[in-house]
């Protein structure tokens, strides 16, 4: 395919090269890097030329890409931009992307221009792992079905669990790992310190002795300890610790590769309780990602090894210009092409992930600087002006990657599995011309979009596409470094940014957004300037000029040093200890004791009080935000104020609409949030159509301390004081416990027991019951005639399970505390017992009413349902209660075979009195 662009030109007049020297591991590089760099951005550049790999096809073609005779451009960052551009001509070369040698010099001149112009800038990559040649012809065995954890599915529980707790097990061991690394090597340092015959000595040298100690405290065995000095005592004079005690365990890396469950918008919001084990694993973790659609979540799990990039919008904006679209689509075509090719030949971590590059050649390229340009162009996200111009960047991105991928196709082929996804990747391209259709951005930038969303729909109906993905939203650190500005909806990371002079003095200034927004807002700029940096000077600081300081006793010399150290100082506390001390003794009186006390404050002793010092401090170092600068309206400073987390989800779900795959940023949570809060923001986030959504949770600060009391050890008794005096013998009784296997006592032929009748919730029961000889029970039957076969029939089977249970010797306690209390319909009043009178289910009655005839139970006897009414009366006893009972409404006349029992009647004794009754504790019998 032909490139159109001509940054190369713009590289000429743009930039300006000059050598700097970087601290790098093992002393300091000289660069040759571009002047308007920071060394924090040039040290992130120099991370990612020592991850270049550096294989090259066979027989790679010399290509004469050179702009002038003398190009400078070819040894800048050390050489590793040019190596880096190098390698992908060759493989394309090699790959037949380019029609011939001027075509690829062109690209390669193009590629290296658009890093250096700050235009794009990739991840870190790998020099060595897994890949498919692309050039050996193999076959390739498609790659295994992905399969994500199902939120609603029972067994996602028990995944979770076992993922937390490899991810805890994990920590602890490289924690553990982490501290036995540093005793060992205190091991090595207290040798190599100490001189003499005696050094190895663990009773001679006491740091020896102090550190080996230490090493035995968090695990180390005493032979690993003894491996360690000798491996010490035997080094070389010239390298006293051993190489192996110097390496270190990463403890950044992350332990497990992230996990995507699928999980319905409704359940995230309920609040279920599988959500909040999600929301549990996801705070602690960071490691778990929660997507709304099967889609959305292969897409998720693509990114992960797509090829990357990230494209620069602001870098495309002039104040005088606007935004230069057909700049900026000519370098997403330009790194759609880049991307092509490196999904062929860089490496993947794992063989599975190169199997599917290979099927599926995803690439991720992602949006950057729109959070700058909205500030550039006066725009905010907080309004739908600046949400709607931000989605129409992100369509821009989107329609030319798309079109560039459906171009590639017609000349190198869709991807492999593009037949069985195209009715769906045609829905989606004629869905996403709809949504730009319905964008009020900017009329030419819309214009723009639909164009090329048109054009790549028409070619992706002949030929397909190169790609199954183009797009993505992702968080990555050091490539927001390279790149200088933020990633996709990142806020601007501050209105400042930093000069460093040729003496290596960090100079803050005003960021080259806040400026650009500053200007078109029509701003006094040394006003906002002074305002967010400060005077860095005390003429004209309030209380703190130096008239008022001479007042106050300092000098001339005195108030010189303190002009010198406001412009690199944070604040007054610092500069003013900058005044000799002997000076301060003399003028104050101030004691050494004081001086070093941590609370010390010379402005204190001056007789300045904290509000003073606060606005004089304002004055000086600014307010480092222009929320309440004068020089703006109300909604102009809105534009400089970072938005809110629900303001950036917001435009995180617009460019969503427009990418290939939901967003991979994390939602950083603050240290010490607790659960429900991270559940309502998942929550947030599924109601608010985000297609994904993942938290990292904010690792503690450095000076968190778990304040946990000393509890000392209960003191020991003095056994031999203690000892009682000995009792006379007695005979022994030598108990043996004999087992015997468990055996069913049946019941006898001819039984008692009694039925009861009841109704639970209007549903009539019969509790049927058997007893053995000595009034214990062996058998239940439950009887519930108007309920249907089913039903029935399991409630009889139930009865007949229990009943075996019992006679097997399974005690009744066991099955009351089983089923009391138990919840399901019918439920509600019961009438026809006497002792109970509501129930909250079938088996809760039953079990009460056995609990009470059968154990004497009576704390589940609640007989008086309206005991606890306000009026605290209850129901009383009846009036015709009788206090006789015959016999023969007690005794069974058939089971007593027709003795006469009307001889016969109970004697109603009192009834058994509660503790409640008596009012008082009796003692026991014994």
């Known amino acids: 395919m032909r490139l159109e662009s001509d940054f190369s030109n713009r590289l000429i007049y743009d930039i300006s090269l000059e050598d700097r020297f970087i601290e790098r591991p093992g002393g300091y590089d000289e660069v040759l890097a571009p002047r308007d760099w920071s060394n924090a951005r040039l040290e992130a550049w120099l991370d990612w030329a ?70 794009a800038a990739p991840p870190l990559s790998l020099k ?26 029972p067994a996602c ?75 010490a005592q035997n080094a070389a004079t010239d390298a006293v610790l051993p190489p192996w005690s110097q390496q270190t365990v990463d403890a950044n890396s992350p332990p497990h590769e992230p996990k995507i469950a699928l999980a319905s918008r409704a359940l995230i919001a309920a609040g279920d309780p599988s959500a909040r084990l999600a929301a549990q694993v996801a705070q602690e973790t960071g490691q778990l990602y929660l997507a709304f659609d099967p889609l959305d979540a292969q897409a998720l799990y693509g990114q992960g090894y797509a090829p990357r990039a990230a494209i620069n919008m602001f870098g495309f904006y002039d104040a005088d210009k606007g935004f230069d679209a057909t700049a900026f689509s000519q370098c997403v075509a330009l790194w759609t092409l ?68 459906a171009q590639l196709a017609t000349s190198h082929g869709a991807y492999k599995t593009f037949g069985a996804d195209k009715d769906q990747i045609l829905h989606s391209l004629s869905q996403q011309i709809y949504r730009i259709s319905s964008l009020k951005c900017h009329a030419d930038l819309k214009a ?22 183009t797009t993505a939203l992702f968080d990555d650190p050091e490539l927001t470094l390279r790149l200088g500005v933020s990633l996709h909806d990142q806020p601007v990371s501050g209105l400042t940014s930093v000069l460093e002079t040729e003496d290596g003095e960090i100079i803050e200034t005003l960021s080259e957004a806040t400026i650009a927004g500053l200007i078109r807002a029509g701003a006094v700029l040394s006003d906002a300037r002074r305002h967010v940096l400060g005077a860095r000077s005390l003429f004209e600081a309030p209380y703190l000029s130096p008239p008022q300081l001479k007042a106050r006793g300092l000098t001339d010399f005195e108030i010189g040093r303190l002009e010198a150290a406001l412009l690199t100082a944070r604040n007054l506390t610092d500069v003013f200890n900058t005044i000799d001390k002997d000076f301060v003794r003399d003028i104050w009186g101030v004691s050494d004791e004081d001086i070093s006390s941590p609370d010390y404050n010379l402005l204190t002793v001056m007789g300045f009080t904290a509000a003073q010092i606060a606005e004089a ?19 102009q400073r809105g534009i400089f104020v970072a938005p809110g987390l629900k303001t950036r989800l917001l435009m995180r779900q617009k460019l969503e609409s427009f990418s290939s795959a939901p967003s991979a940023a994390r939602i950083h949570i603050p240290f010490g949030q607790n659960l429900p809060d991270s559940l309502k923001l998942l929550s947030m986030a599924a109601n608010m159509d985000l297609r994904a959504v993942s938290l990292q949770p904010t690792t503690p600060p450095d000076d968190f301390y778990l304040d946990i009391p000393v509890i000392e050890d209960a003191p ?30 049946k019941l006898p032929d001819r039984r008692k027991g009694y039925i009861q009748k009841a109704s639970v919730g209007g549903h009539k029961v019969y509790l049927h019951t058997g007893e053995y000889d000595d009034g214990s029970v062996g058998e239940i039957f439950i009887d519930m005639h108007k309920e249907g076969a089913a039903f029935r029939s399991m409630m009889n089977n139930f009865a007949i399970a229990v009943s075996i249970g019992l006679q097997y010797g399974v005690p009744l306690d066991e099955f009351v505390d089983a089923f009391v209390f138990t919840r399901f319909e019918p439920a509600g009043p019961v009438s026809g017992n006497d002792s109970i009178k509501s129930a909250t289910s079938i088996l809760d009655y039953l079990f009460r009413e056995l609990a009470i005839s059968y154990l004497d139970r009576t704390d589940l006897a609640n007989a008086d349902p309206d005991a606890l009414n306000a009026d605290g009366l209850g129901d009383g006893e009846s009036a015709s209660e009788s206090e006789g009972i015959r016999a023969s409404q007690l005794i069974s006349k058939g089971f007593a075979r027709g003795a006469n029992t009307d001889n016969l009647v109970v004697i109603p004794f009192a009834k058994k009195a509660s503790n409640d009754d008596i009012g008082m504790d009796l003692p026991s019998d014994g």
């Open 448 to 469: 723009h979009s639909l164009t090329l969303m048109q054009d790549a729909l028409k070619t992706a109906k002949k030929s397909g596409l190169r790609h199954a993905q």
């Open 157 to 231: 529980d028990r995944d979770l669990r076992q993922f937390l707790i490899a991810y805890r097990s994990d920590q602890i061991s490289r924690t553990t790992r982490t501290q036995l690394h540093d005793a060992l090597n205190e091991i090595t340092t207290a040798i190599a310190r100490a001189e003499g015959d005696h050094r190895t000595s663990l009773r001679h040298n006491p740091a020896l002795a102090r550190a080996a100690m230490t090493a035995r405290k968090l695990g180390a065995s005493d032979h690993l300890i003894s491996l360690t000095i000798q491996s």
């Open 716 to 745: 020991k008794r003095n056994l031999l004081e203690a000892r009682p005096q000995p009792e006379p013998a007695q005979a022994k009784v030598v108990e043996k416990i004999v087992e015997r296997d468990r055996s069913r006592q």
């Open 617 to 635: 401090e304002a004055f000086i170092f600014g307010h480092q935000t222009l929320a309440d600068f004068d020089g703006l309206t109300e909604d």
């Open 50 to 119: 020592d991850t270049l790999p550096e294989d090259q096809p066979q027989l790679a073609p010399d290509i004469d890409h050179r702009i002038v005779h003398d190009d400078p451009f070819d040894l800048a960052l050390g050489g590793a931009v040019e190596r880096y551009a190098q390698r992908l001509t060759a493989w394309g070369y090699a790959l037949g992307y380019f029609e011939d040698s001027q075509s690829a010099a062109h690209f390669l001149r193009e590629l290296r221009a658009s890093l250096l112009l700050g235009y």
């Open 338 to 405: 880049a991307l092509d090719i490196e999904t062929a030949t860089a490496f993947s971590a794992t063989e599975d992930h190169a199997l599917r590059r290979y099927y599926d050649r995803p690439i991720a390229l992602s949006i950057g600087g729109v959070s700058e340009l909205l500030m550039a162009l006066n725009l905010t996200p907080a309004d739908a002006d600046g949400l709607d111009f931000a989605a129409g960047l992100m369509a821009a991105m989107q329609a030319q990657s798309l079109y560039t991928s």
């Open 128 to 153: 060595s792992g897994h890949r498919i040649h692309p050039l050996a012809g193999d076959r390739v065995p498609e790659p295994p079905e992905t399969k994500f954890w199902q939120l609603d599915d």
